[in-house]
């Protein structure tokens, strides 16, 4: 059974920062993509960014060049760097890992205002 949990998330006024790390039961390296997803009330899950050895790393057009994905074999956690946050960065954001299956975390809140 895999587990992933999440953590780092906050309160933060625009233009600030936050890292989410995302600790998995087991070998990162086991899964296709690792990654992040965000829901918002009223508003559609959004990809944010994923990581995969045959890919790379991926980005939705809102959070390139703000958010920044990352893996760390060795601890088996996924991190999610993000930088300049804006109030529509809002939302619960989850972590997701896939192989042969696909698995979440329980999300984390994040929440962007002055």
């Known amino acids: 059974q895999v587990q992933l949990v999440e953590s780092g998330g906050g309160s933060v006024q625009p233009g600030g920062s936050l890292r989410l790390s995302c600790a998995a039961s087991g070998s990162i390296a086991s899964f296709n993509t690792m990654g992040w997803y965000r829901q918002a009330p009223g508003k559609q899950r959004e990809l944010v960014a994923s990581?995969?050895?045959?890919?790379?790393?991926n980005y939705a057009d809102s959070v390139k060049g703000r958010f920044t994905i990352s893996g760390d074999n060795a601890k088996n956690t996924v991190d999610l760097q993000m930088n300049s946050l804006k109030p529509e960065d809002t939302a619960v954001y989850y972590c997701?890992?896939?192989?042969?299956?696909?698995?979440r975390g329980q999300g984390t809140q994040v929440t962007v205002s002055s």
């Open positions: 997701y890992a896939q192989a042969l299956s696909l698995w």
């Open positions: 990581i995969s050895r045959s890919v790379g790393t």
